[in-house]
Structures are given as C-alpha cells and as structure tokens.
C-alpha cells in the first residue's frame, strides 16, 4: 500500500495534490486503489474516489491503531564530513523511530553550520518520504546544530558509543523503567580524548559496540536498532 501527505481534509475526504500527487502518479495508482494517508500524526487507509489533472480525492476508510514507541530516543550525530552521509542517517532513523536528531559539532566533524542551515528542508523531505516508506505516522524532530560543549545529560539514560576506551556493552543495558535515552555518536575517526573526557564529566556512559570498529552511520543504525527493538520486544 502507497502512503502519502494530503493537502487537505474535508469531512472524510482527504485531498492529494502537487508534490505528492506527482508522487502518486508515479506509482501509477488507479481509481479505487487501496491507498494509506499520514495526517496529524495518524495513518488512515483510504480508497482512491477521484483524479483529475490537479489533484486526487481519497475516502476514509479506516483510522489504523498507531501510537508512539518508548523511549523517547534522541541522537546526537557527529556530522559526517560527506554530508550526503546525513542523508542517510536521517532516512534509516526515521525508519527505526528515533525521537529526535541533533546534528553535532565536534573537533573531527563538518562543522560550517551556515551550510548545515540550509540542508534542512532537503533533510526534511527525506524524513517525510521516510515516513511514508515505513508507515511512521510521527516526525523525526531535526534540532538545531550545537556544539559538543553544549550537550547535556538530561534523560533517563546518556550513552556516548566509545570503542577506543573501556565502558559499558550492549548486554550491561537495561532498559526497564527507561522513559527517555540520549545516545552521542562520534564522527570517522572517533571523539578527540578531551571530548571524551568533557562527555564523561557531564555524564554520558560510555557504550562499546563488538566485534569491529564501525562507520559512524553503521553504528547509528545498529544502536538504534538495538535499543528500540530491546524496549518494544
């Protein structure tokens, strides 16, 4: 089933039309196809009644059961030197239902955020094609840039991935009674050893991820895998 964002709603109609009506042209869907449609956070499944050259009407059928997974994940991604890595990254954790994404400024990271200002309405669009993909009827929230220095250790659980020093491993996590987790990761190359020191200080624990050291997106997918699918099995 295709999924889009209508334009609009009215009664039980929702109303299809310029990008996303290109979109379901594309896909070639026909008149009274089976179709879902993201809007206010909820996923509907909805016939398609109408098309013409402008726009595209479909019925509710059904509002889907949907809610919001626990915990709240919030990453902290190093910004990748090739930025078209972040797109990347923003695409498998909207996927994997990570709350929120911070792009982070650290000594071995892409650190002009004038240009960092202006990738954002490309990242958004592909957080909403990634939620059309996987069906997510809530947004990945993108927070401004900050710096390494600004981080605070203010959920349930602060994690920063380390592997160049001793610390916890994925086995030691336990996530029961865990509402919110921040998780930092470094960039290619790994944190300088001041900021792992300030990162400590402020109290993220340092996590190891086994059996090889891994691209800065591979251990993003991989944690936040690991930690959404620990906390919803």
């Known amino acids: 089933m295709h999924i889009f964002f209508p334009s609009e709603k ?68 190093s910004v990748t030197v090739n930025l078209g890595t972040m797109d990347f990254i923003l695409q498998k954790c ?53 710096f390494l220095a600004d981080l605070q250790a203010d959920k349930d659980l602060n994690l920063v991935l380390d592997n160049f020093s001793e610390g916890l491993s994925v086995r030691d996590l336990s996530l029961s009674g865990i509402a919110s987790i921040n998780v930092v990761i470094g960039p290619e190359g790994g944190f300088a050893e001041e900021e792992i020191t300030i990162l400590r200080e402020k109290g993220f624990r340092p996590l190891r991820l086994k059996p090889h050291l891994l691209r800065t997106e591979t251990a993003t997918v991989v944690i936040a895998g690991l930690i959404m699918n620990l906390a919803n099995s």
């Open 94 to 146: 909207t996927e994997l239902g990570v709350r929120t994404l911070t792009p982070l400024i650290t000594k071995r990271s892409f650190k002009d955020i004038r240009v960092l200002e202006k990738k954002r309405d490309r990242w958004e669009r592909i957080v909403r094609e990634a939620m059309k993909q996987s069906a997510r009827p809530y947004p990945l929230r993108i927070e401004d840039c900050i």
């Open 10 to 77: 009215k009664d039980n109609i929702f109303y299809i039309s310029g990008r996303e009506y290109k979109h379901l042209k594309i896909r070639r869907v026909v008149k009274g196809e089976e179709i879902g449609v993201l809007w206010e956070g909820n996923l509907y499944r909805c016939i398609l009644i109408d098309k013409n050259k402008h726009f595209a009407k479909a019925e509710i059928l059904e509002k889907l059961e949907s809610s919001i997974p626990t915990p709240e994940l919030c990453v902290y991604q």
